[in-house]
Every structure is written in structure tokens, then in C-alpha cells.
């Protein structure tokens, strides 16, 4: 008598930056299982990920920061031709649900709302947090803020808004909303220009590139752009 074969797929594996994580659980994820496919996400920061790669990591495809994305284009390690943009992010504030909303309307109300709050987190690692750091030394306050601030490496800042850690969360507005009890306040205000530009790609020593293909197809789709919207995120496509 044979022996049972294991009709599973294989996962295909797909490396990406958090901003997409609530949207895959929900979203993409069962769309893609119903077609038969299967895949194991590797979550990181921008900057994790392409640490993870430095350090020898692989996988079939990637989702990041346009400027990782160049790196990895200049170093030959992804398929030229499967690069495509995705999604712009804003970073933003967010409180507890049901606390005071500070203003944030301009880069001076910004600023202002900044050095007055008790408490706040960002993430270093993040694009979020990059910007974030630099904008605060712009503002002249970097020291002062740095001093009083919670600062994680990775994970969904506005977590430690629910623990009761801090009053005021920075990160990605998708990242923000992805964390129920909470209340996003908005974007930073035009005039900093706090956007990022996230794009895809497969590797070039992918193991399965169908099935990468696949799985980034359904980034694409009319529902994965309702997902993009509801999640504060501007479609590229």
C-alpha cells in the first residue's frame, strides 16, 4: 500500500513592511487561500527586512520602502521587471479613545502639541520613525523630545496607548488605525510632507516565482484597494 501524498502547497514566502499586516490577515490572505495558494509572511520594518537580507535571509518577494527597493534593484537581488508600485503611507498621531484631540494642524500646532505632551511613542526602525527623528531636530526640539519619549523597535506604536504607557502615539496612519481603543487624530500636516512611497518586487533567486506572482497580484485587486482606503493608505496603481 503507497503512502499518503501531501497535496499542501508549499507556502510561498513574502517579506514585508508592517503597514501591510492587518490588511493580509484580513484581506489578502483568505482571497489568496481560496485560490488554492498558501504563504508565509515575514513582518518587519523596512530597515529589519533589509537587515534580514544582509544577513543572508531569503524569500520569494518583498514589499517595502521604495528606497530599500532601489538598494536591492542596484545590488541585482530582485527581478527588474516584477517591481511595481503599491501604496503611499502618511504618518500621523493617535490617542486613547475618548481622550482630548490635540492639534496637529500645522507644523507649528504640531510642534506645539509635541513639546506639551507628557508622554509619547515612536518607532525607530520605521519609516515613521526616520522621518519622525529628523522632523523633531528640525523643529529644534530632538533633545527634549527624545527625553521624555518611548521609543520601541518594532510593532504597532498605538499598542502602548491602550497599555496606558504614553498619551501620544506616532507611526504610519495605517499602522495607527490597525489598533482598536484608540483614536487617530490625522496626518501630519501637508507642509512636512511626511509621505512614503511603498513598492514590491520579486527576488531574483525567488524559489517559486509563479507563486510570488501570484500573491502580488492580489495586492492589486478592487478589494485590496478598498482595503488600502479604509486603512488610511493611498493606492499607487
Known amino acids: 500500500m503507497s503512502a499518503a501524498v501531501d497535496t499542501k502547497p ?15 490577515d484580513e484581506t489578502i490572505m483568505p482571497e489568496f487561500e481560496k485560490t488554492g495558494g498558501a504563504a508565509r509572511m515575514i513582518w518587519d520594518p523596512t530597515v529589519g527586512l533589509m537587515r534580514r537580507i544582509a544577513e543572508g535571509e ?45 492639534d496637529i494642524s500645522t507644523a507649528e500646532a504640531l510642534r506645539r502639541t509635541l513639546i506639551e505632551a507628557p508622554t509619547l511613542v515612536y518607532s525607530r526602525t520605521g519609516a515613521s520613525g526616520i522621518f519622525f527623528e529628523k522632523m523633531i531636530d528640525d523643529f529644534g526640539i530632538g533633545e527634549e523630545i527624545r527625553a521624555k519619549a518611548l521609543v520601541v523597535n518594532a510593532g504597532l506604536t498605538a499598542e502602548r496607548l491602550v497599555t496606558g504607557e504614553v498619551g501620544l502615539a506616532i507611526q504610519q496612519v495605517s499602522e495607527l488605525l490597525a489598533v482598536p ?22 527576488f531574483a533567486d525567488a524559489s517559486d516565482r509563479q507563486a510570488a506572482g501570484r500573491f502580488l497580484d492580489q495586492l492589486y485587486t478592487p478589494y485590496a484597494r478598498k482595503a488600502y482606503e479604509a486603512a488610511g493608505l493611498e493606492p499607487r496603481f
Open 10 to 24: 508549499v507556502p510561498v514566502s513574502i517579506m514585508s513592511a508592517l503597514i501591510l499586516r492587518a490588511i493580509v
Open 58 to 102: 531569503k524569500a520569494d518577494a518583498i514589499v517595502a520602502i521604495d528606497w530599500a527597493i532601489d538598494d536591492l534593484q542596484a545590488k541585482g537581488l530582485i527581478d527588474n521587471a516584477s517591481r511595481r508600485p503599491l501604496a503611499q503611507a502618511s504618518v500621523g498621531v493617535a490617542v486613547l479613545a475618548g481622550a482630548p484631540r490635540p
Open 181 to 202: 481603543g484608540t483614536d487617530l487624530v490625522g496626518a501630519f500636516p501637508a507642509e512636512l510632507k511626511a509621505t512614503t512611497d511603498f513598492s514590491l518586487a520579486v
